[in-house]
T-cell receptor, first 112, second 115 residues
Framework: LAKTTQPISMDSYEGQEVNITCSHNNIATNDYITWYQQFPSQGPRFIIQGYKTKVTNEVASLFIPADRKSSTLSLPRVSLSDTAVYYCLVGDYNNAGNMLTFGGGTRLMVKP | DVKVTQSSRYLVKRTGEKVFLECVQDMDHENMFWYRQDPGLGLRLIYFSYDVKMKEKGDIPEGYSVSREKKERFSLILESASTNQTSMYLC??????????????FGDGTRLSIL
């Protein structure tokens, strides 16, 4: 069961790059790493997913080292609207017996 | 656009009542999930289902049961509600096709209070 560990909170300023790291020492071979964003009174929203190396989309980048025991979500030039809780998720949904694990989440506060 | 709809945004029930939380998705997804979210604890998986009439326990299934009679609907049941089940409940769905974890699409949650 791949548990995850993230910082509880982070502060940043508008325009800065934010990097949030997630540790998952027991990640299994078939597990993928997925990040979600959650605003108050809403359900989480998918941001990005990766298996190894680097993945980039229009919202963020995800860096995964060769040993895959951690991953880093990178948000370029954050704005006030990026203030949210970010969750790291490790698992293999397509394996019906496998457990899904959310980390405790990182509360990002972006200041003007 | 995927829509996951939870039947109530807010619900107040009494200790000992049987409580039903309903979730419907409109994208023909195979997988459906129920989580609860509590301050400081993040999201915790209660149950998930990968097909009609199939269910698997998550991390915290005690005190809950689920029902999936139709592909689009996944119900969470509190057999005898207790105050420690006061929480935000989130439903999600995802498809199976393709590689990796297909993104889960979440509803906006039901805030349940047990008095």
């Amino acid at each position: 069961l791949a548990k995850t560990t993230q910082p509880i909170s982070m502060d940043s300023y508008e325009g800065q790059e934010v990097n949030i790291t997630c540790s998952h020492n027991n990640i299994a071979t078939n597990d993928y790493i997925t990040w979600y964003q959650q605003f108050p009174s809403q359900g989480p929203r998918f941001i990005i997913q990766g298996y190894k190396t680097k993945v980039t989309n229009e919202v963020a980048s995800l860096f995964i080292p060769a040993d895959r025991k951690s991953s880093t979500l990178s948000l370029p030039r954050v704005s006030l609207s990026d203030t949210a809780v970010y969750y790291c998720l490790v698992g293999d949904y397509n394996n019906a017996g496998n457990m899904l694990t959310f980390g405790g989440g990182t509360r990002l506060m972006v200041k003007p | 656009d995927v829509k996951v709809t939870q039947s109530s945004r807010y619900l107040v029930k009494r200790t000992g009542e049987k409580v039903f939380l309903e979730c419907v998705q409109d994208m023909d997804h195979e997988n459906m999930f129920w989580y609860r979210q509590d301050p400081g604890l993040g999201l915790r998986l209660i149950y998930f289902s990968y097909d009609v009439k199939m269910k698997e326990k998550g991390d915290i299934p005690e005190g809950y049961s689920v029902s999936r009679e139709k592909k689009e609907r996944f119900s969470l049941i509190l057999e005898s509600a207790s105050t420690n089940q006061t929480s935000m409940y989130l439903c999600a769905s995802s498809p199976v096709e393709g590689e990796g974890n297909q993104p889960q699409h979440f509803g906006d949650g039901t805030r349940l209070s047990i008095l």
